[in-house]
């Protein structure tokens, strides 16, 4: 993307539930102190919207009637956290996440597994051994393709059947696989690990298994691996060295192989890699309703999110300056009490800003 004289206006989306709201705050603060100390080589046009669950209390709707509308003509969607504990989860969360990403064909999730100074991890390896890798999600079909129904309630009590069908398509594996190809490519090590459970799912995943061995020929300068997810979440653990990109389906990815990270420093986007639509960039955490409004909440996975949304707007090296900001912030120590320190959600804000390079 670019724009006249090298300057830029991005619109960009918040909506929030619980610290989403608070996080999202935070990577805004950092994103304007980015902008203002860029000799105005970007800037940023901020367009709030109230969705969320405290909207769907007042409306009954999660978002507006016209909300894709409004949204499709945004750079990029600045998105913090969905749900609350009044809220049924399958209704926040297809009311509003499920329904952007679908609509918008943000078919690609991708969230990137990087292990910070200062921090601890719980995987033990990463106290030792140099760790980098990224996994790519499969964001639009698969287990999440919402097909099914409830059904015979007219039975009575214990009599209602539900049905829920995953939805695997050629095109919708081959697009995925082939984009987590591009990506091994731009990576030290050419490597991609496909995810299966075709053991036991033996449609879906078969037709799975079979579009990797029909693509992988296209890449050989790429290493190419499929797992069951059983042993790939044992590999996680044990041998996460060998990683570098790793592909999984919807759930798979989503659950079984979830970050190594800690909750707060995770950061994903969703991405239409046509451009046909903005992409998607939040945070991999919840609402967190039990700490919300305590000023508690760590950043930094939004703001690693915001450094996302940079690079794929095309601004790389703004990108590496907030990550370079991450990385100073944690290794001083200043950490919020998730990651072992005592800063609060502004400390880690101010310090972020008071590192950007």
């Not at 921090?119 to 990224?134: C, F, G, H, I």
């Not at 984009?179 to 091994?184: K, T």
């Not at 037709?207 to 691996?225: N, Q, S």
């Not at 798979?252 to 192989?257: E, K």
Request: glycine share 10%; proline share 5%.
């Amino acid at each position: 993307m670019g724009w006249p004289g090298g300057q830029a206006t991005q619109r960009d989306v918040r909506s929030a539930d619980g610290v989403g709201k608070e996080v999202v705050a935070a990577g805004r603060a950092v994103l304007d102190a980015l902008a203002a100390d860029s000799g105005r080589a970007f800037a940023f046009a901020w367009e709030e919207f109230p969705w969320g669950c405290e909207y769907y209390e007042r409306t009954g709707k999660m978002m507006d009637e016209d909300g894709l509308d409004r949204l499709k003509d945004c750079d990029a969607i600045y998105f913090g956290a969905v749900g609350w504990p009044t809220v049924p989860d399958h209704i926040s969360l297809w009311g509003l996440r499920l329904r952007i990403c679908q609509n918008f064909d943000q078919w690609a999730n991708v969230r990137p597994v990087h292990f910070l100074p200062g921090v601890t991890s719980p995987l033990r390896k990463a106290d030792d051994t140099a760790l980098d890798w990224v996994v790519v999600r499969e964001n639009s079909e698969g287990e999440y393709a919402g097909l099914g129904g409830r059904n015979l309630s007219a039975r009575g009590q214990g009599g209602e059947v539900a049905v829920q069908s995953a939805l695997f398509t050629e095109v919708g594996c081959e697009r995925i696989m082939r984009f987590a190809f591009d990506l091994a490519r731009t990576r030290t090590r050419r490597k991609v690990s496909s995810v299966t459970k075709s053991n036991a799912q033996q449609y879906g995943m078969v037709l799975w298994d079979d579009v990797l061995k029909r693509v992988a020929p296209d890449y050989p300068d790429a290493e190419t691996e499929s797992v069951l997810v059983d042993l790939m979440s044992a590999k996680f653990v044990l041998r996460p060295e060998d990683l570098s990109v790793v592909v999984a389906s919807n759930l798979n990815a989503g659950h079984s192989l979830r970050s190594r990270q800690r909750p707060g420093l995770a950061a994903s986007a969703d991405l239409n890699p046509e451009r046909r639509f903005p992409g998607m960039f939040e945070p991999v955490h919840g609402s967190a309703p039990d700490i919300a409004g305590q000023g508690l909440a760590d950043p930094i996975g939004a703001v690693g999110s915001a450094a996302l949304m940079l690079d794929h707007l095309g601004l790389p090296d703004q990108a590496a300056r907030l990550e370079r900001a991450i990385e100073k912030t944690t290794a001083a120590g200043i950490r919020t009490r998730d990651v072992g320190g005592t800063a609060t959600t502004e400390e880690v804000t101010k310090a972020l800003i008071d590192a950007l390079d």
